[in-house]
């Protein structure tokens, strides 16, 4: 069920649409807590079911600023936080469903989402990665790039959720053409850097040692920044050992870091600030986040345990970029 009324825009303020996740997780909590930290910041429009809400606090949440869309679609009986369901893993799509029609009628100006269950999701019978491949999909955008980020560095992911074996075949020219040049766009357009500094991590230990330790760097790396270089606005170096790379973004010498593979990105970024950690989506017609953990099932439910930091930085990141969008 969709409330009655359309979300309005009663001021200047960038309307945030919000998807609480799989409502058995820690989306609901997290999602909770943020409203109430920035609800008077932000216009939001939260996209979940109501009831689930109450389940957190022992009542219906009430709030001054805040359009909510209640699907009512998690069944009562039996319901409980911390369960992997692929009924709790159609109600999350559901909510994705209803985002993108509140996106594609401009009536927000961009996405925050809560965590999704993959294994929740899939089992429902939609077969997607995450929240990057389904919105991918129906955004109709035809390359989407994963951006992870925290308040020091900032990476753009070659492969997404690839098991190792596999990332040597997925990183070819066209997947890391389009991992530099979304950070080159990202950078530019999003955080409106005048000149942008990237630096690409290579795959192999020590960057390859010029070829000793495998062909990735020589074959396909370094060329592609060397067409590159030409092209695009922002400075490229590398490919660069990958502690040597990601040492120095830490330090400032660069905006954006290339990282081949998942884990080469997500333990920089959680060693060394996972509280301001946040998944963005690049490529899209709108910005979209998403904080930098998972459902967290096993606190799922839990007020008291739920953090909700990594969210309020995904909302403060997604109306930063929503903004900067609207200058560029």
């Not at 009924?87 to 509140?102: F, I, N, P």
Request: with cysteine.
């Amino acid at each position: 069920m969709r409330s009655k009324n359309p979300p309005t825009l009663r001021s200047g303020r960038i309307r945030i649409a919000l998807t609480i996740g799989d409502p058995s997780g820690v989306g609901p909590a997290i999602a909770l807590k943020a409203i109430r930290s920035l609800e008077n910041r932000y216009d939001f429009t939260v996209i979940g079911d109501k009831w689930v809400f109450s389940r957190l606090t022992g009542r219906t949440p009430q709030f001054s600023r805040v359009d909510f869309i209640d699907l009512v679609n998690v069944r009562r009986k039996n319901f409980s936080f911390g369960r992997i369901n692929p009924r709790y893993g159609r109600a999350s799509v559901e909510y994705l469903d209803e985002a993108m029609r509140l996106i594609r009628r401009k009536e927000a100006d961009c996405l925050v989402t809560c965590p999704v269950s993959k294994e929740a999701i899939n089992r429902a019978g939609f077969h997607y990665g995450g929240h990057t491949e389904y919105l991918a999909e129906h955004s109709g955008a035809k390359h989407v790039t994963m951006m992870l980020l925290n308040r020091f560095l900032r990476f753009s992911m070659v492969t997404r959720h690839v098991p190792i074996r596999g990332v040597p075949g997925w990183v070819n020219k066209g997947s890391l053409r389009q991992a530099i040049v979304g950070a080159d766009e990202a950078l530019i357009k999003l955080f409106l850097l005048k000149d942008p500094r990237i630096v690409v991590c290579g795959l192999n230990p020590h960057a390859s040692d010029r070829g000793l330790i495998g062909e990735e760097e020589t074959g396909i790396i370094e060329p592609e920044i060397r067409r590159l270089k030409a092209k695009l606005r922002s400075s490229i170096d590398g490919p660069l050992p990958a502690d040597v790379a990601v040492y120095r973004a830490y330090k400032g010498e660069y905006d954006a870091v290339v990282a081949m593979y998942h884990d080469q990105a997500l333990i920089p970024l959680k060693l060394s600030d996972p509280k301001t950690g946040v998944n963005m989506t690049l490529g899209l017609p709108f910005v979209r986040t998403s904080p930098l953990h998972g459902t967290a099932f096993d606190i799922a439910g839990s007020l008291s345990k739920a953090n909700p930091a990594s969210l309020i930085e995904a909302i403060r990141l997604a109306a930063k970029c929503a903004l900067n969008l609207k200058k560029a």
